[in-house]
């Protein structure tokens, strides 16, 4: 994005390059997948703003439906997926030290049974076949 050379120079001389990869847009999707795939954590920063806390939680929903431990702002349906601590992190927007801590954690202390919580969350309650149910019941 806008702030990539900047985050770049910032992990650089921070010495921590070789853990980041900063890819740029990917508009291959197998692509994308297999870099998810890959990923130690997933994280969604937003800010706090009347767009976001609108935003549907499709991405955060994919990341958790795949088993990844999931960082996201503490904002709008982030809020009703992750359970802080449990099957996620979430975080204040524009708490740099809390967005550090958990990222920190998630690379270097990696929980697996924290993205085998949030695979099945999204598969109890966000599934197709759920929401198939109570789309059914909701137009009956």
Same mark, same amino acid.
């Given at each position: 994005?806008?702030?990539?050379?900047?985050?770049?120079?910032?992990?650089h !001389?921070s010495?921590?390059?070789?853990q980041?990869?900063?890819? /740029?847009?990917q508009?291959?999707y197998?692509? *994308?997948?297999?870099w998810?795939h890959h990923?130690s954590?997933?994280?969604?920063?937003?800010?706090?703003?009347?767009v976001?806390r609108?935003?549907?939680?499709?991405k955060l929903?994919?990341?958790?439906a795949?088993?990844?431990?999931?960082?996201a702002?503490a904002i709008g !349906?982030n809020k009703?997926?992750?359970?802080h601590g449990?099957? /996620?992190?979430l975080v204040?927007?524009?708490s *740099?030290?809390?967005?550090?801590?958990e990222?920190?954690?998630?690379i270097?202390s990696?929980?697996?049974?924290?993205?085998?919580?949030?695979?099945?969350?999204?598969q109890?309650?966000?599934s197709?076949?759920?929401v198939?149910?109570?789309?059914l019941?909701?137009l009956s």
């Amino acid at each position: 994005g806008v702030n990539q050379s900047e985050l770049e120079r910032q992990a650089h !001389q921070s010495g921590i390059t070789s853990q980041i990869h900063f890819l /740029g847009y990917q508009s291959d999707y197998p692509t *994308v997948q297999a870099w998810i795939h890959h990923a130690s954590a997933c994280v969604v920063p937003y800010k706090d703003n009347l767009v976001n806390r609108c935003r549907c939680a499709a991405k955060l929903a994919e990341y958790m439906a795949i088993g990844k431990t999931v960082i996201a702002s503490a904002i709008g !349906q982030n809020k009703e997926y992750i359970q802080h601590g449990h099957n /996620g992190f979430l975080v204040r927007p524009g708490s *740099v030290s809390q967005w550090a801590s958990e990222i920190e954690s998630s690379i270097f202390s990696p929980e697996p049974e924290m993205g085998m919580h949030a695979k099945r969350r999204v598969q109890e309650q966000y599934s197709w076949s759920i929401v198939a149910r109570v789309l059914l019941k909701v137009l009956s």
